[in-house]
């Protein structure tokens, strides 16, 4: 998923602005401007006339005076200085908004309360530019403002489960390439008209139950409507495209970072939230709150799973988020495997990363980091695991330059072996040959058709034959391309251009071709494939995993309310998957766990909770 890792706190207020307005263009990766052909001579309007009943002023690049308003709230930190300011006295058309921010870029000397009298030049800014695919915020730009008087009442609209609608979003304009930028808002039939309606405007919710956990960049989460979607641990599910969990709203502040609440997913903030409701390249809209209601705890406790019996064999997939051996979350991690997991017999982890780190030195090597991990999990009271992967060619996986992730098994011989063939290496694809009477590997560990360019700058799956009490076992583990460069559920294009998930059909296409080849020299093999699909158990993705019937996905065992690994802007939602063979779903003999010890925890040590499989083979 995207990773804000590479911003620092508070960039999402950052950008540039360009000198000229007049033109609709993109100047760099954080700005863009949409305007309405040439400026006119200054129009005396209301807030309501500049926002107009489409996302897109209808006085984009004209110069505006005479705006009223009382001020809400005000921006004094980043480079998004400014404020929002609302009429006290709104029409009648519930599609226009009666507030809207006023960019002043030096610090703002307006307080709440102030009835201003505004002028300046109407501005449509993107966040994130143009090619984010991100819907416009309407501004006020280079503006003279004048005090008129102060201590003035605050109007406030209050969003609650009633007035947003279940439907998402109307489908974009064919002719526009899909944009809704030009459609007239709906807003009590579609919930992001409902939010567009209310853009710049002083809001306010009731206790909200928190759905994705505060982060470092003074963020949270919460639904207006609690019972939509609801997972068993108080989360939102996000179980299909077309349920988008209308109720998820973001959270920031106006007052300082240190004040924000520390809050996890079920936690509540009781009493009222209340501010101006902006909109952001990271998660669209959100209440930026001048007033933060009370978290009220909801004890959440990280889940641990049970051992696996004698007979079970127990495997697991963890992403552990670029680890390196400069990382101070080996013992974490460690007790996670140990504790929560219960030690599994086979470990497939993702996102390993070679001996130093990002360093790019041409360093790939993972040995130091998977053995500080297996030495940090015998201290923890596991067993000293055996590990085997591939070293891949330097900087070719993708991933963080330098890091050259990859895949790795750990094992524990005490209860599992590893069978070894010679020729596996980082550019020679794994085979399937017979082998008295069973598939077996022509390399293991081996990867899989690693020259196909559906592997292009991503990780190549990592095969490996095991032996669990006499039986043959083959783990495939996976690392797909992740969604970086889809549009967001917020965009302005409807629905959203998921471009990243070309490479994922081709590489699941190219694991399923691998498995369908083991089948076909033994159609009861027992095959698991696992690890980061970056993908949903819906989704095309995992159709073309199971295409054909060689793979289904065991997290659909689960009751749909615990059906999710990852959670990302207030959805609950799947992305790591173990998938087994025909011979492992027709026994019926396996128990799936997605074991929540991160997602939904503001102090995770990775953003991906674990997966566990026991079988009997």
Known sequence: ????????????????????????????????????????????????????????????????????????GVRTYGSSRGFWFQDTKPDNDPATSEGVFVFTSSTPTVRTGDAVTVSGTVTEYVPGGASSGNQSLTEITKPTVTVDSSGNAVPVTTISAKSVPAAYTPAGDPAANGSVNALTLRPKKY?????????????????????????????LWV????????????????????SQNTGRLQIQSLG?????????????????????????????YTLVAREMGTLRQGGLQRETTRAQASGELAVATYNVENLDPADATFEEHAAAIVTNLKSPDIVSLEEIQDDNGAKDDGTVAADVTVNKLIDAIVAAGGPRYD?????????????????????VFLFNPERVAFTDRAGGDATTPVGVVRSHGKAALTASPGRIDPANEAWKNSRKPLAGEFTFRGKPVIVIANHFASKGGDQPLTAQFQPPVRSSETQRHAQAESVNAFVKDVLKVQRNADVIAL??????????TTQRLEDGGALWSAIKSLPRDERYTYDYQGNSQVLDQILVSPSIRKKGAFRYDSVHINSEFHDQISDHDPQILRVRP
């Open 387 to 407: 590990w085997r992967s591939i070293d891949p060619v330097d900087k070719q996986d993708g991933g963080e330059p330098g890091g050259n992730i990859r895949q």
């Open 531 to 540: 690890g980061d699909i970056n993908d949903f158990e819906f989704s095309g």
């Open 191 to 219: 919930a992001l008209d409902h939010y567009e309606s209310l853009e710049g405007q002083n809001v306010r919710i009731g206790s909200s139950r928190v759905v994705t956990a505060s982060d470092p960049y003074a963020e």
């Open 256 to 284: 300082a970072v240190a004040d924000f609440p520390v809050a996890n997913v079920g936690d509540v903030l009781s009493g009222t939230t209340e501010g101006p409701l902006d909109f952001n390249q990271y998660g669209g």
């Open 1 to 72: 998923m995207p990773s804000k890792t590479a911003y620092p706190l508070l960039s999402v207020f950052s950008r540039s602005r360009l000198a000229a307005l007049a033109v609709t263009t993109a100047c760099c990766a954080s700005y863009a401007v949409v305007t309405a052909g040439p400026a006119d001579a200054a129009t005396t309007a209301a807030i309501h006339d500049i926002q107009g009943t489409t996302r897109i002023s209808p006085l984009a690049g004209q110069q505006v005076t005479g705006v009223t308003g009382v001020v809400t």
């Open 223 to 242: 639904t207006v409507k609690p019972r939509e979607n609801t997972t068993e641990r108080g989360g939102a599910r996000y179980g299909s495209y077309t």
